[in-house]
């Protein structure tokens, strides 16, 4: 096969992010023991993260969901700048729906017209978190800002001081104060201590009133360590560290949020931010179920209730209008599900040797499912790996065909289809036909006729007769191998570029003159085709399912009569 390339794919544009040199580094030592403080922030921002923003009553609901399931601080939007964020917040408090023992945290710049608004949005509340940002990074510094240093370190102690005017102002209401040096991971961490400093010194925080600092990786730089060393080094060089809760909020643009998350509580830090599922900006954000639940397979209390998780992904996917993938560690539908055969006798022997009173330590499954209110399923899929029944399993059974898992994948769409037109149980002979059509007899397809393939030191090059209704075309190609030069000949007549994805093959029964049967599954611009072809000759097999797959993707860019 010839390698795949692109002129706009080069690393040489990007530059490492440069590790802390830090020789103290303590943080890999310890074990968490305990949860940290927990704040949702899914109904800001993973609110303002949706193509399309929830409504009143999905919020209403969202919040009712967060506050059953535990969380003291929630964060419930962006009030200055949102009339519905305005609203919401306003119906929460008059028609006091907010509990004794939960805080409402409201986001907010650091500029004087929206920190006004926000404290009007917060009128009659018993308690609450003004959370105020700048952002601090070198990029933002430079490009978006165009300040230095000192003219961004003045626009947070401005801010400072406004929130703390305005607080006092209003001395029936228990206020927390929480900065955030906005895109903390690309900020020089000595002048993310400076800010924050100088922050503290106008709001003056106490170990019996602490100041929350969140050091927020806006967007994920780096590996998890470096943002832990990142957090040990804040920890260890910011003032009063004792009058000071250091709060996390990551965000998953390298996948690692969680990871994140988990290490920089090692590192220090005492509360994290993150919403249900890591809905949010781009990539989304921590995903606090996850994390909770890495706590809890660890026999730690994460102080947050996930026993009914069923309930708690509906309200999830009906506020959000997000699908919650089926994979997600603990939510997702199938990660109590085995398919293969030898899983599913490892863990029936597991439960069937566990008393009531053992801890849990079950193969394959990392928590007892009972717990989220979830059941272990032993589920026989379309392959046969799990026992008797599905389609694969017909196929294989009463014809012979073994599909690779891609291939039952692929399909399994045109069974279900079939079985919705049909109302009824589909017969092993209706699967056959459905089989065939789909991949072998397809109308319009082409059909391979006489080719042959020549062969040098260094590469195979192929000659062949494509058929197609009365028309017939030539092609040739080269290649490391006899499929590397079809495709190269496809790829010529078409103006497509294709990549082999997946390639298996079998005969069909054990006799000496047996079938040969190809499976292949190319990518064509993105989408991925998968096709069939059957001969005696292994060679025209695999061309065949070359052609297979090529159908309704490609058309001929030349006819040869």
């Known amino acids: 096969m010839k390698p795949t390339t692109s002129s706009s794919f080069d690393a040489r544009k990007y530059r490492p992010f440069t590790p802390i040199s830090k020789v103290d580094r303590r943080w890999p030592d310890r074990v968490i023991e305990r949860a940290p403080q927990w704040c949702s922030v899914d109904l800001r921002d993973g609110n303002q993260a949706l193509v399309e923003p929830m409504n009143a009553q999905q919020k209403l609901r969202l919040w009712e969901q967060l506050v059953d399931i535990g969380f003291k601080t929630i964060e419930v939007g962006f009030p200055s700048a949102s009339s519905h964020d305005f609203d919401f917040l306003r119906k929460l408090i008059t028609e006091e729906r907010i509990p004794d023992d939960v805080t409402v945290q409201v986001l907010v710049q650091a500029r004087a017209e929206l920190i006004a608004k926000t404290f009007e949005a917060l009128r009659g509340v018993k308690r609450a978190v003004v959370h105020f940002y700048n952002s601090t990074s070198t990029v933002q ?39 955030s040096p906005e895109s903390f ?12 400093d100088a922050v503290n010194q106008v709001l003056r925080p106490t170990p019996e009133q602490p100041v929350i600092i969140n050091l927020p990786a806006t967007v994920e730089m780096s590996t998890p360590n470096i943002y832990a060393d990142q957090i040990e080094w804040f920890c260890d060089h910011v003032a009063n560290r004792d009058a000071i809760l250091i709060s996390l909020h ?63 992904i509906a309200t999830v996917r009906d506020c959000t209008q997000l699908p919650v993938h089926p994979r ?39 928590i007892d499912p009972h717990d989220i209110g979830r059941t272990y399923q032993e589920v026989i899929r379309i392959n046969s790996q799990s026992g008797k029944g ?58 391979l006729g ?24 030539r092609i040739q190609g080269r290649g490391t191998g006899v499929l590397d030069a079809f495709i190269d000949a496809m790829e010529q007549v078409t103006g497509k570029k294709m ?58 860019t030349e006819q040869v009569a």
């Open 141 to 179: 510094r430079r490009d978006v800002f165009k300040l230095d240093k000192a003219g961004i370190t003045e626009i947070a102690v401005e801010g400072a001081k406004l929130v703390k005017a305005e607080a006092d102002r209003h001395p029936e209401t228990e206020w927390t104060f929480e900065y």
């Open 185 to 196: 991971t690309g900020t020089e961490l000595d002048f993310a201590v400076e800010i924050c």
């Open 250 to 312: 990551t965000h998953n643009d390298r996948g690692c949020a969680v990871a994140a998350g988990e290490l920089g509580v090692m590192a220090g830090a005492d509360r994290v931010e993150g919403t249900l599922m890591g809905n949010g900006e781009r990539t989304g954000n921590m995903d606090i179920v996850t994390m909770a639940m890495n706590l809890y397979s660890q026999g730690i209390d994460p102080e947050l209730k996930f026993d009914n998780m069923d309930a708690i």
């Open 328 to 366: 997600h560690p603990y939510a997702g539908e199938l990660v109590f599900t085995a398919f293969s055969g030898s899983h599913q006798d490892a863990i029936n022997k597991c439960l069937a040797l566990r008393g009531d009173e053992d801890a849990w330590d079950v193969a394959y499954l990392p």
């Open 390 to 447: 599905g389609v694969a399993y017909v196929l294989y059974r009463d014809h012979g065909y073994d599909l690779p898992r891609w291939l039952q994948i692929d399909f399994s769409s045109a069974v279900q289809h079939l079985a919705e037109q049909s109302e009824a149980e589909v017969a092993s002979d209706q699967i056959h036909q459905l089989f065939c059509d789909t991949y072998l007899n397809v109308p319009g397809a082409w059909s």
């Open 450 to 473: 006489r080719y042959e393939v020549t062969k040098d030191d260094t590469e195979h090059q192929l000659t062949a007769v494509l058929g197609a209704g009365d028309s017939e075309i």
């Open 499 to 556: 990549v082999l994805v997946e390639y298996s093959e079998h005969t069909l029964g054990q006799s000496s003159d047996a079938e040969a049967v190809c499976y292949v599954q190319l990518n064509i611009d993105g989408a991925r085709p998968c096709g069939v072809g059957r001969s005696n000759d292994i060679v025209q097999a695999t061309l065949n399912a070359i052609l297979s797959a090529l159908k309704g993707h490609c058309q001929l």
